[in-house]
């Protein structure tokens, strides 16, 4: 059955939540893509570089999640997890992520819209985080595109 | 040499990183990175979840896709060096699927006295059909600072 997909979330920001970066985290994730690299795995390596301490990979914002939003935007539009598909990704990076480190997370829903490709009819949504520190000045940016199966 | 340090002199337009393979997929792996990012959605960990929703069976979570890819970028340009990274994900990854990651240089240019360097990166599965593609931008040193 076809669902329709609710545009009224454009333009809606959900709460603001707090992440506080676990350095054992950042390890496990690592390790899960496979990523033994020392300066996110080696405590000492990471202390003598240039930012104090270990980093966390390139991609490691996106576990900055906050279950109550989630489950909050699929009620909004009308859908559920079954229906979702990653479309596009992006990060953008002020300086790494680091562990005992506590952010700010903003997201934004900043367009919904339609397609029909191969597999059938699909909308598109377009939400942005932006990642702040206690200093409120801005460390990273991730733009989600959500695809929802109609 | 894996970790070692490319400085913006010695990288030109149309270089190449060094292709990073991963895979063949398993499952525990879908598993691990579904407790590692928090990303628990069942399509990627139940067969029946997954085929009752038209996707056939279960499949990788794309962030994980895009992870290989980061890790290509940094082996080559170093941990910390990413500034922006972004891609699409073009087709599906499978279990027993083997991703390879590859990526080149498309530009070079000087912002607030910071080297950046251009780069179009994608993956690839064993059927050479690419299954992740985008830019990613990073910050090298300069042998001359």
């Known amino acids: 059955m076809p669902i329709q997909i609710n545009k009224g979330v454009i333009g809606k920001e959900y709460a603001p939540y707090v992440v ?36 966390a990979p390139p991609t490691f914002a996106t576990t900055f999640r ?15 997890v079954s229906r979702l598909l990653h479309g596009e990704q992006e990060f953008e990076l002020v300086r790494p992520i680091q562990p005992g480190q506590t952010y700010l997370c903003r997201t934004k829903v900043l367009d919904v819209y339609e397609k029909t490709g191969k597999s059938g009819a699909m909308a598109f949504v377009v939400r942005e985080t932006t990642i702040t520190d206690r200093g409120n000045e801005i460390v990273g940016t991730m733009r989600h595109i959500t695809v929802v199966r109609l | 040499m894996k970790y070692a340090r490319v400085y913006v002199e010695d990288v030109k337009v149309g270089d190449e990183l060094p292709p990073l393979v991963k895979g063949p997929l398993q499952q525990i792996q879908l598993t691990r990175y ?41 082996d080559w340009a170093g941990a910390g060096r990413v500034r922006k990274i972004g891609v699409r994900f073009a087709a599906l990854v499978r279990l027993n699927d083997t991703v390879t990651c590859r990526g080149r240089v498309v530009g070079t240019s000087q912002k607030d006295g910071v080297s950046l360097v251009e780069l179009d990166i994608w993956a690839e599965n064993q059927k050479g059909e690419k299954v992740v593609t985008g830019k990613a931008t990073v910050d090298l040193a300069s042998r001359l600072a």
């Open chain 2, 34 to 74: 579904a407790g590692a990012s928090g990303d628990f959605n069942p399509i990627h960990q139940d067969a029946e979840f997954a085929k009752a929703a038209g996707m056939g069976g279960v499949f990788a979570h794309g962030m994980l896709s895009m992870g290989f890819v980061a890790q290509a970028v940094t």
């Open chain 1, 20 to 55: 506080t970066v676990e350095r054992g985290k950042i390890k496990e994730f690592a390790r899960a893509i496979g990523d033994l690299n020392p300066f996110y795995m080696d405590d000492g390596v990471g202390q003598a570089s240039e930012w104090g301490d270990v980093i």
């Open chain 1, 66 to 80: 906050d279950e109550a939003a989630s489950e909050a935007l699929l009620r909004d539009l009308g859908t559920d």
